[in-house]
């Protein structure tokens, strides 16, 4: 083989294996998160037909995502099934403060910041309880306590 042919098959073979190690060194696809069934999730912003985040978290206390922008909430309306006595998160992610007016029997409010907060409510009575803005005119969730 003359000079240029040989060069000519080094540089081949030189990208050849550049080619196998560069393949080789890709990184896999990372496999997705696993995920609970029955537990949907809430993100992006809130919309006018949202279902609320129902996260246990590892104390056995449910939470609720709720987020208010504007004059946009989310979940808006949805019903989520919680036990009599059963400690429920209200997890509030909100642009601005504001008051959520629980209609449980005694009736609760609650006074939101901006930003994120949460409040911990339990209902001892089966019933609809509407977690409510009033400043929104709006039924955020109602809580369907058996």
Do not use: W
């Not at 081949?12 to 069934?37: I, R």
Request: glycine share 10%.
């Amino acid at each position: 083989m003359g000079r240029s042919n040989l060069t000519s098959a080094a540089l081949t073979l030189a990208l050849g294996l550049v080619a196998v190690t560069g393949c080789a060194a890709e990184p896999e696809e990372p496999e997705s998160s696993p995920t609970t069934e029955g537990t949907p999730t809430a993100t992006g912003s809130p919309t006018e037909t949202g279902s609320p985040s129902e996260t246990p978290t590892t104390d056995d206390r449910l939470v609720v995502d709720i987020t208010i922008i504007g004059d946009q909430v989310r979940p808006n309306g949805a019903s989520v099934e919680v036990g009599v006595g059963e400690p429920v998160v209200l997890a509030i992610e909100a642009d601005a403060a504001g008051e959520l007016h629980l209609h449980s029997t005694p009736e609760q409010e609650i006074a939101y910041p901006r930003g994120a907060s949460e409040h911990e409510v339990t209902f001892d009575r089966p019933g609809v309880v509407e977690v409510e803005s009033h400043d929104l005119g709006k039924v955020i969730v109602q809580l369907e306590v058996r």
